[in-house]
């Protein structure tokens, strides 16, 4: 019976690791082709420290280790992937004349 009431249904994180897969691996090539594109100065300096993962997607458990197996290079969780958003959002905006770049 189909109805618009919402209703409990058990789902393994097998499930949810197969659904989260194909948007995983757009974020693994979407990586790789922002790499392709960076200057060889600042790309060493991602590979000496890694690269940092936030906001909520940050929290998905395991992905800075399968994007570190796939890509070869450090990924770590911000220590307050929620909030670092908003705070580099804010600091951008306060700086807005030295960031002219990502205003369009």
Known sequence: RITALPMKVPVCYQEIAHCLDKTISQIENGVLSALEH???????????????LTGGGALLRGLDKR???????????D??????????????LKNVNNFQFLMR
Do not use: C, R
């Open 67 to 77: 994007l570190t197996e796939k890509i070869q290079i450090p990924f770590h969780v």
């Open 79 to 92: 220590d307050d992937p929620l909030h670092s958003v908003a705070k580099g959002t804010g600091i951008a």
């Open 38 to 52: 960076t200057p060889p100065e600042l790309y060493a300096d991602i590979v000496k420290n890694g690269i940092y």
